[in-house]
């Protein structure tokens, strides 16, 4: 651990040695169970936002080309802030930076969700307060993934990271039909106020917390901190290799998921609000497969062939389902999918938890935070693509090139295949000891 991070506190004497206590050591720890719980409840409201988001912006458009600039904008304010936002989560209290970022999202989805209420905000200001929300949520990330250092020992690192993803996505699998119904009952703008209480419970987390997050001051400037950063993360061959294949999935599969779906649903596969959130509940249940046996089985030394198995699974599984208008295989195919998502999520998370070095966590969680950026200004492109030839085609095409890039690569090359963690982690870094 960085010599300026507090340890956790001791769990009480064998009541974690044995049954489901012993598959889930993360939890022992005091604090990282009021964190985890927050982003539980907070992922379960965030659903009726997701939904409420996208169905309100193809409401205001028929056009695939700018539903996907929905992910513009919201890429954007990710790419311009994100670096930022890790050089702030290495020089600052982690836990501190996270209430500032929570209340300022709440705010700002406030706001939209009055106006959007009141039937008083058109296409430019609602992508406007989207791009808002979208940066400060790109100070939150880094700094999100940089405290889970500071509340469990380095050896529960992995299962942490599992089951704080879990966390996050495992409300795919429950909530997504309650969301498409609430946008029926209480139209977007109420669904999106529902989703005001996760930011909340979330402040309130991090309030009752007793870790403070202090990172040891640097007499650097911001901009050589990111500098700092990127030079750290470019002599890491294994952390660029993550990086890449997670840049991979995103910006050719993810898109596809997280903002041209609603498209896909309404004009391919004939759904409404309701069925495309069902289908939405079919992907869940397949993250739930990835969350529950990643988050109760020790998988740290897999983590490296894991990251490619899952983008190659991903890949080829949103192949199959752009292919088809079959709707029972096209739901196996999204279940399937969300299953081979999730464990590529958890997988490089934790392989990069375990690779970095804590000086360095929020500056390289920040680079894969710009990747998701670009992830989502990919929606864009992709959108015209599909305006171009037909959804159809872009579709298979676009997770197509995705899957023969993650299977060919690694064939390729073998530092892209060898992907584990060396048996001298990241602490063994003498930047983490003060060099940073």
Known sequence: ?????AEPAAALPGLWDSGWRARVPALQHRDFRILWLG???????????????????LGLTSSAALLGFLGVTRGTGMLIFGLYGGALADRMDRRMLLIVTQSAALVTYAVLSALIIADRIALIPAFALIFVAASVESVDAPARQALIPHLVPREHLPNAVALF???????????????????DLVGSGGAFASS???????????????TRAQIAPRPESVPASVARGIRYAAGQPNVLWVLLFGFFVGTLGFPIISTLAPFWMHNELGLGP????????????GTLVSTVYLSTHNVTKRLGPLVLVSAAGFGLTLVVFGLTRFLPLAAAMWCLNGTFYTANMISSTSLLQVLVANAYMGRV???????????QIAAAPLGALGDAFGMGRMV???????????????LLLRGARDLQAPATTAEADPAAAGGQ
Do not use: C, E
């Not at 993803?165 to 946008?183: E, H, K, M, R, T």
């Not at 005001?196 to 007793?210: D, N, T």
């Open 1 to 5: 651990m960085d010599s300026a991070v």
């Open 39 to 57: 982003m539980f409840f907070s992922s379960a409201t965030m659903m009726f936002q997701f939904y409420a988001q996208g169905w309100f912006i």
């Open 165 to 183: 993803i879990a966390a996050q996505v495992s409300a795919y699998a429950f909530l997504p039909p309650l969301a498409g119904v609430a946008i």
């Open 196 to 210: 005001l209480i996760g930011h909340a419970v979330v402040v309130g987390a991090l309030l009752i917390m007793k």
């Open 274 to 285: 309701v069925g495309w959130t069902f289908m939405g509940w079919i992907w869940g249940l």
């Open 365 to 375: 969680m920040s680079l894969r935070l710009i990747s998701s950026a670009l992830n």
């Open 396 to 410: 298979p095409g676009a997770a197509g090139l995705l899957a023969a890039l993650v299977i060919v690569i690694p």
